[in-house]
């Protein structure tokens, strides 16, 4: 049954700082690798999808790794800003559509 | 315009009482979802179809019934409600092959 882990649970950092956020999963099987942000009492936003076959990915200050082998992937966010502050959650289904299995998520606070 | 909208976003009801969650995606994806996420910010799956057909139960309790009147549509129908039902509720679609999973912005159902 896959697992997802996130280190850390939580996490401050001053604003501009880079900063990589941590998840493994215990089955390397996956189809792909989704992280999502959360801000409290909202919805969950799609920030990076990774394919199996992919190694990495970029949306602007955003970087995600993904090393199959190894069941790890990193979330990079470079110049920290105080509206990255939210709960971010890594995903992964162990086939194409078959439900997502989550990460607990790391909190993450920038302070001005 | 909306990817998957729910409603009601705020939900408050007596113990006891019977309510559905509607939901509803216009991205034309073959797989919907509903999530669970509890007090301690963990989303777990309840509930998976595929073109209106149940695909998982994770061991939910019969209290809970989806219901998909077509692929664009999944509600969720809970009977008997009890505090433990107090949560946010998310639904989600994807698409095999596709670009990940899009969530709804949840159902915050509070049983007093």
């Known amino acids: 049954k896959q697992e997802v882990t996130q280190i850390p649970a939580a996490l401050s950092v001053p604003e501009g700082e880079n900063l990589v956020l941590n998840c493994s999963f215990t089955?390397?099987?996956?189809?792909?690798l989704q992280w999502f942000r959360q801000d409290p009492g909202k919805g969950l936003t799609s920030l990076l999808l990774?394919?199996?076959?992919?190694r990495e990915q970029t949306s602007g200050r955003l970087n995600a790794s993904l090393d199959k082998s190894s069941g790890r992937s990193t979330l990079y966010i470079a110049a920290s800003q105080p509206g990255d502050s939210a709960t971010y959650l890594c995903?992964?289904?162990?086939?194409?559509?078959?439900?997502?299995?989550f990460g607990k998520g790391t909190r993450l606070s920038v302070i001005a | 315009d909306t990817a998957v909208s729910q409603t009601p976003k705020y939900l408050v009801t007596q113990m006891g009482n019977d309510k559905s969650i509607k939901c509803e995606q216009n991205?034309?994806?073959?797989?919907m979802y509903w999530y669970k996420q509890d007090s301690k910010k963990f989303l777990k799956i309840m509930f998976s179809?595929?073109?209106?057909?149940?695909?998982i139960n994770e061991t939910v309790p019969n209290r809970f019934s989806p219901k998909s009147p077509d692929k664009a549509h999944l509600n969720l129908h809970i009977n008997s409600l009890e505090l433990g039902d107090s949560a946010v509720y998310f639904c989600?679609?994807?698409?095999?092959?596709?670009?990940?999973?899009?969530f709804g912005s949840g159902t915050r159902l509070t049983v007093v």
């Open positions: 989600a679609s994807s698409q095999d092959p596709g670009d990940g999973y899009t």
């Open positions: 089955d390397s099987a996956i189809y792909n």
């Open positions: 990774i394919q199996s076959s992919q």
């Open positions: 995903a992964v289904p162990s086939s194409g559509n078959t439900p997502l299995v």
């Open positions: 991205l034309g994806h073959d797989t």
């Open positions: 179809y595929n073109n209106k057909e149940l695909i």
